[in-house]
């Protein structure tokens, strides 16, 4: 079902972030905004621990909302470069 956030999909998601994050922070900076990227991986982390706090309060729909604010984090941190990632599966890059 495309209208329903279900366990697995939920479950993917937190998988594809947490990959992504690993990623990017293991990633190089191609630009001078160090104090940012810290910031963005602060940001990131922050909104995945409040998808595993909803997820155990069985607030679906928040946890799903709070990774695809993460992932909206990470995405735009590959574009800025603050993350050098190439990985098309991941992000949205390349």
């Known amino acids: 079902m495309q209208d329903q956030i279900t366990d697995e999909k939920l479950e993917k998601y937190f998988s594809v972030t947490k990959k992504a994050l690993e990623k ?7 630009t001078s ?10 940001m990131i982390e922050r909104y995945l621990s409040d998808a ?6 069985g607030e679906i729909v928040n946890a799903f ?30």
């Open 24 to 30: 990017a922070k293991a990633s190089s900076n191609r």
């Open 33 to 42: 905004l160090e104090k940012e990227r810290l910031d963005f991986i602060d």
């Open 52 to 57: 595993e706090h909803f997820e155990k309060k």
């Open 65 to 94: 909302a709070a990774l695809n604010y993460a992932h909206g984090w990470l995405d735009a941190g590959a574009r800025l470069g603050i993350f050098d990632v190439h990985d098309s599966k991941l992000f949205t890059v390349d």
